[in-house]
C-alpha cells in the first residue's frame, strides 16, 4: 500500500513562546518545535505571524540591528529545516527595496529560501492596530502558490483572512488545496468563536484544508492580551485546536486528507469554472519545492484519523435535529406529488422489516401534515412463504398503532398458480421462486391503488439499490420512492428514533423489535422453529460495511486502497482483513452488475450528499465493467 494511494499529508501548527525583539532566542525555540515535529512526521508546520520577532516589537521593527539579526537567523531555521526534511512557515520583518514587509518564507526550501517570501497585504491600522506605521502592503509582490509532490499551498497572513476577498480565495481558484495563516490576533470579549467559524467557512467555501496559526505566550501585554490560538480545518471540519492562555509552547497535529477535497473540487463544477474563469486573470507563480524528504505523503501507519463506521448516520448530539431534517425532506417529497397529483390517498406494503416501516412512519407524517385521514393511508400486509409470525405479527400491530387502514392479502395461492403455469418445479426453491412473491405483491399493491385512486409509496433504501438487493418490477418499482436516499443503517437510526421519541409504549415496542429483526425479503421458507432462515446480511455481507463503502466510492470517488485502508481503522476489531475484502470485492460485483435497475428507478427524494438517481448524482451506464476495481481488490488481498 503506497502513502499516496492514501493521499494524506500530516500538517502542525507550532506556537512558541517568543521573547521580543530577541531572533536568536526565537530561532532557537523554532528549531525546537521543528524537531519536535520532525519526530511526529509532520510534514508542514505553520508559526505566527512576526514570530522571529514578536508582533508587539513596535518601533523597534525601524531598528537595523533587529532587522539584520532577524535575516541571520531566518537562514538558521531555513537550514535547520532543510536538514530535517521538513517546511516551516516562518514570520518575520524583511526589508527589501527600501521597503520594510510583513513577510512569510518557507523554511526548508534550501537555495530558494529567499525566492518563498509572501508579504501580508492587508495591514490593519485602525483601533489596537498600527502596522501602516512600519509595513508596506504586499500587493506589489509576487503571487506565488508553492508545490510539492503534486500537492500546492499558498500562505496568507492574519488580517488577509478578515477580508471580503482574500488571498487565499484567488489561491484556492488558482488550484492551493491547503492554505496557511500566520497571525499575531489579540484576544477580545466573543473573538475566539467568530475566529473559529470564519476559519471553518473559509475551509468550507474554498474546499480547502485551513491551518491558521497565531501568536501566544511571551507577546507585549502592554495594551492587549495574545491566547496563542491555533485552529486546523478541513472543508468545514474541524480537526485540531489548541489550549489558548497556555504558557508554554504547542504543537498542534492534523492528518488532511488532500484526496478528499481534491474530490469536492473535481465534483463541483462551479468550482472549476471559478479556475478557468477568463474575466479573472490567474497570474500565480507556482514554486516547486524539495528538501530531504522525497515525499511528503504521510505513510499509512501514521495516520492517526479517525473515520465513523456508519458515516451516514450523524453523531448523538445531532440526532434530533437531523431526524427531523431527513424526515421533513421525505416528507416534503412525498407532500409535493400528492398535492401536485391531486391524490388523496396511499398504498404501501408492510413487511414488517425497516424499509417499509420507515415508508409508513413518513406517510403518517405526511398525511398529518396535510391534513389528509390516516385511514387514507392503506397498508396491506402479504404473507407469502417466508413470512414468520414475528414480522407478520409487527406489521399489523404497527398499523394498528399509527391508525391507518389495514388490509391483509395471502399471496401464497397466487404464486403456487403462477409458478404452476410457467411448469416450475415447486420443490426448486431458485430465483423465479423468489421472485414470484416480490412481484405479486407489487401486482397487488399497483392494482388496489388503481383500485382506490391511491400512490402506491415505494420502501427500498439506498443500501438495497446500490447491491441491486431488490426484485427488477417487483419491490424495485413504485409510484413514488420515499427511501429511496436513505441508507440502510440511517434507516434502522430513524426508526429507533421514532420509537424512543415519538411513539407511545405499544409502538414503541413493536418499532424497536423491527429494529432488533435480521433483515431479510423472506422469500424463503422459515426454518423449522420458525424463525427468519433467509438472512439478508449473510448473503451479501453486514450493511455497516456496504454503507461505508457506498459513502466513500459515491462521495468521494476513493479507490478500494483508500477505502480499505479506512475501513481497517474505522472497523478495528469487528472486522479482520479477510471479512472487509470479500465484501468489498462482493460490494464491488453488484454494484457495476445491477445499474440496469438503478436506470428505471421510480422519482424520491434525495436526503443526503449520496443520491442513485440516474436523472442526477449517479449518470452510469448498466454495461460498464468493474474489472479494475476488482482486480485492485485481490491484489490487497494477495499483499
Given at each position: 500500500?503506497?502513502?499516496?494511494?492514501?493521499?494524506f499529508?500530516?500538517?502542525?501548527?507550532a506556537?512558541?513562546?517568543?521573547?521580543?525583539?530577541?531572533?536568536?532566542?526565537n530561532?532557537?525555540?523554532?528549531?525546537?518545535l521543528?524537531e519536535k515535529?520532525?519526530?511526529?512526521?509532520?510534514?508542514?508546520v505553520?508559526f505566527?505571524e512576526?514570530?522571529?520577532?514578536?508582533?508587539?516589537?513596535a518601533?523597534l521593527f525601524?531598528?537595523?540591528t533587529?532587522?539584520?539579526?532577524t535575516?541571520?537567523?531566518?537562514?538558521?531555521?531555513n537550514?535547520?529545516?532543510s536538514k530535517?526534511g521538513?517546511?516551516?512557515?516562518?514570520?518575520?520583518?524583511?526589508y527589501r527595496?527600501g521597503?520594510?514587509?510583513?513577510a512569510?518564507?518557507?523554511?526548508?526550501?534550501g537555495?530558494?529560501?529567499?525566492?518563498t517570501?509572501?508579504?501580508?497585504q492587508?495591514?490593519?491600522?485602525?483601533n489596537?492596530?498600527?502596522?501602516?506605521r512600519?509595513?508596506?502592503p504586499?500587493?506589489g509582490?509576487?503571487?506565488?502558490?508553492f508545490?510539492?509532490?503534486?500537492?500546492k499551498?499558498?500562505?496568507?497572513?492574519?488580517e488577509?483572512l478578515?477580508?471580503p476577498?482574500?488571498?487565499?480565495?484567488?489561491?484556492?481558484?488558482?488550484?492551493?488545496?491547503?492554505i496557511f495563516?500566520?497571525?499575531?490576533s489579540?484576544?477580545?470579549?466573543g473573538?475566539?468563536?467568530?475566529?473559529?467559524q470564519?476559519?471553518?467557512?473559509?475551509?468550507?467555501?474554498n474546499?480547502?484544508?485551513?491551518?491558521?496559526?497565531?501568536s501566544?505566550?511571551?507577546e507585549?501585554s502592554t495594551?492587549l492580551?495574545?491566547?496563542?490560538?491555533?485552529?486546523?480545518s478541513?472543508?468545514?471540519?474541524l480537526?485540531?485546536?489548541?489550549?489558548?492562555?497556555?504558557?508554554?509552547?504547542?504543537?498542534?497535529?492534523?492528518?488532511?486528507d488532500?484526496?478528499?477535497?481534491q474530490?469536492?473540487?473535481l465534483?463541483?463544477?462551479?468550482?472549476?469554472?471559478?479556475?478557468q474563469?477568463?474575466?479573472?486573470?490567474n497570474?500565480?507563480v507556482?514554486?516547486?519545492?524539495?528538501?530531504?524528504?522525497s515525499?511528503?505523503?504521510?505513510?499509512?501507519?501514521?495516520v492517526t484519523r479517525t473515520?465513523?463506521?456508519?458515516?451516514f448516520?450523524?453523531?448523538e448530539d445531532?440526532?434530533?435535529?437531523?431526524?427531523?431534517?431527513i424526515?421533513?425532506?421525505?416528507?416534503?417529497?412525498?407532500?409535493?406529488?400528492?398535492?401536485?397529483?391531486?391524490?388523496k390517498?396511499a398504498?404501501?406494503g408492510?413487511s414488517?422489516?425497516l424499509?417499509?416501516?420507515?415508508a409508513?412512519?413518513v406517510?403518517?407524517?405526511?398525511f398529518?401534515?396535510?391534513?389528509?385521514?390516516r385511514?387514507?393511508i392503506?397498508?396491506?400486509?402479504?404473507?407469502?412463504?417466508?413470512?414468520?409470525?414475528?414480522?407478520?405479527?409487527?406489521s399489523l400491530?404497527?398499523?394498528?398503532?399509527?391508525g391507518?387502514?389495514?388490509?391483509?392479502?395471502?399471496?401464497?395461492?397466487?404464486?403456487l398458480?403462477?409458478?404452476?403455469?410457467?411448469?416450475?418445479?415447486l420443490?426448486i426453491?431458485d430465483v423465479s421462486?423468489e421472485n414470484?412473491?416480490?412481484r405479486?405483491?407489487?401486482?397487488?399493491?399497483?392494482d388496489?391503488?388503481?383500485?382506490?385512486?391511491g400512490?402506491?409509496?415505494?420502501?427500498?433504501?439506498?443500501s438495497?439499490?446500490?447491491?441491486?438487493?431488490?426484485?427488477y418490477?417487483g419491490?424495485?418499482?413504485s409510484?413514488?420512492?420515499?427511501n429511496?436516499?436513505?441508507?440502510?443503517?440511517?434507516?434502522?437510526?430513524m426508526?429507533?428514533?421514532?420509537?424512543l421519541?415519538?411513539m407511545?409504549?405499544?409502538?414503541k415496542e413493536?418499532?424497536l423489535?423491527?429494529?432488533?429483526?435480521p433483515?431479510?425479503?423472506e422469500?424463503?421458507?422459515?426454518?423449522?422453529?420458525g424463525?427468519?432462515?433467509q438472512?439478508t446480511?449473510?448473503?451479501?455481507g453486514?450493511?455497516e460495511?456496504?454503507?461505508?463503502?457506498?459513502?466513500?466510492?459515491?462521495?468521494?470517488?476513493?479507490?478500494?486502497t483508500?477505502?480499505?485502508?479506512?475501513a481497517?481503522k474505522?472497523?478495528?476489531g469487528?472486522?479482520d482483513?479477510?471479512t472487509?475484502?470479500?465484501?468489498m470485492r462482493?460490494f464491488y460485483?453488484?454494484?457495476?452488475?445491477q445499474q440496469?435497475?438503478?436506470s428505471?428507478?421510480p422519482d424520491g427524494?434525495?436526503?443526503?450528499?449520496?443520491?442513485?438517481?440516474?436523472?442526477?448524482d449517479?449518470?452510469?451506464?448498466?454495461?460498464?465493467?468493474s474489472?479494475?476495481?476488482?482486480e485492485?481488490?485481490?491484489?490487497l488481498a494477495?499483499?
Open positions: 500500500m503506497k502513502k499516496e494511494d492514501i493521499g499529508v500530516r500538517v502542525a501548527s506556537i512558541p513562546v517568543v521573547e521580543i525583539a530577541n531572533p536568536k532566542v530561532a532557537d525555540r523554532i528549531i525546537a521543528l515535529a520532525a519526530k511526529e512526521n509532520v510534514k508542514i505553520c505566527p512576526l514570530c522571529l520577532t514578536g508582533y508587539t516589537c518601533d525601524y531598528q537595523r533587529l532587522i539584520e539579526e535575516r541571520r537567523q531566518l537562514c538558521r531555521v537550514d535547520e529545516a530535517l521538513i517546511f516551516a512557515l516562518v514570520g518575520a520583518p524583511y527595496d521597503k520594510l514587509y510583513n512569510a518564507f518557507v523554511a526548508g526550501s537555495s530558494i529560501f529567499f525566492d517570501e509572501v508579504d501580508k492587508y495591514l490593519p491600522s485602525n489596537e492596530f498600527y502596522e501602516k512600519w509595513f508596506t504586499g500587493f509582490g509576487k503571487k506565488q502558490i508545490e510539492v509532490d503534486g500537492i499551498f499558498g500562505i496568507e497572513i492574519c488577509d478578515w477580508m476577498a482574500s488571498p487565499s480565495d484567488e489561491m484556492c481558484l488558482a488550484g492551493a488545496e491547503i495563516n500566520l497571525s499575531a489579540d484576544e477580545l470579549i473573538k475566539e468563536a467568530y475566529r473559529r470564519l476559519v471553518r467557512q473559509k475551509s468550507a467555501t474546499a480547502c484544508a485551513y491551518i491558521y496559526t497565531a501566544g505566550f511571551g507585549s495594551d492580551v495574545f491566547s496563542g490560538t491555533a485552529i486546523i478541513e472543508n468545514g471540519s480537526l485540531a485546536t489548541s489550549e489558548r492562555f497556555s504558557f508554554k509552547e504547542q504543537l498542534i497535529i492534523a492528518d488532511i488532500v484526496q478528499r477535497l474530490a469536492d473540487r465534483r463541483n463544477s462551479a468550482f472549476i469554472i471559478g479556475n474563469n477568463p474575466n479573472k486573470k497570474d500565480f507556482i514554486t516547486s519545492l524539495n528538501n530531504a524528504d515525499n511528503i505523503y504521510s505513510e499509512p501507519s501514521d473515520f465513523a463506521p456508519h458515516p448516520v450523524p453523531p445531532e440526532m434530533t435535529t437531523r431526524c427531523n431534517e424526515f421533513s425532506i421525505q416528507v416534503g417529497g412525498l407532500a409535493t406529488r400528492l398535492f401536485h397529483t391531486g391524490i390517498k398504498v404501501v408492510i414488517g422489516g424499509d417499509s416501516t420507515l409508513l412512519l406517510m403518517v407524517k405526511t398529518d401534515k396535510l391534513g389528509l385521514p385511514e387514507n392503506v397498508g396491506i400486509t402479504m404473507p407469502g412463504f417466508g413470512t414468520t409470525g414475528r414480522t407478520y405479527n409487527n400491530n404497527m398499523m394498528k398503532s399509527l391507518v387502514t389495514i388490509k391483509e392479502v395471502d399471496i401464497k395461492p397466487a404464486c398458480q403462477h409458478l404452476k403455469d410457467i411448469d416450475h418445479d420443490s426453491l421462486y414470484t412473491q416480490a405479486e405483491r407489487t401486482q397487488i399493491l399497483m388496489y391503488a388503481n383500485k382506490i385512486g400512490l402506491v409509496v415505494g420502501t427500498g433504501d439506498l438495497e439499490l446500490v447491491l441491486g438487493w431488490a426484485t418490477n419491490d424495485h418499482m409510484m413514488y420512492a420515499v429511496t436516499s436513505i441508507p440502510k443503517t440511517l434507516v434502522r437510526y426508526v429507533k428514533y421514532a420509537a421519541y415519538e407511545d409504549e405499544a409502538a413493536t418499532l423489535d423491527v429494529c432488533d429483526t433483515v431479510s425479503p422469500l424463503l421458507p422459515a426454518d423449522d422453529k424463525e427468519i432462515s438472512k446480511e449473510d448473503l451479501v453486514p450493511y460495511l456496504h454503507d461505508f463503502f457506498i459513502y466513500y466510492t459515491l462521495r468521494f470517488g476513493f479507490s478500494p483508500k477505502i480499505f485502508f479506512m481497517q474505522a472497523f478495528d469487528q472486522y482483513k479477510a472487509i475484502l470479500k465484501w462482493t460485483w453488484r454494484f457495476f452488475a440496469f435497475k438503478r428505471c428507478m427524494p434525495k436526503v443526503g450528499s449520496v443520491s442513485l438517481s440516474p436523472r442526477g449517479l449518470r452510469m451506464p448498466s454495461d460498464a465493467c474489472k479494475i476495481w476488482i485492485e481488490v485481490e491484489k494477495s499483499d
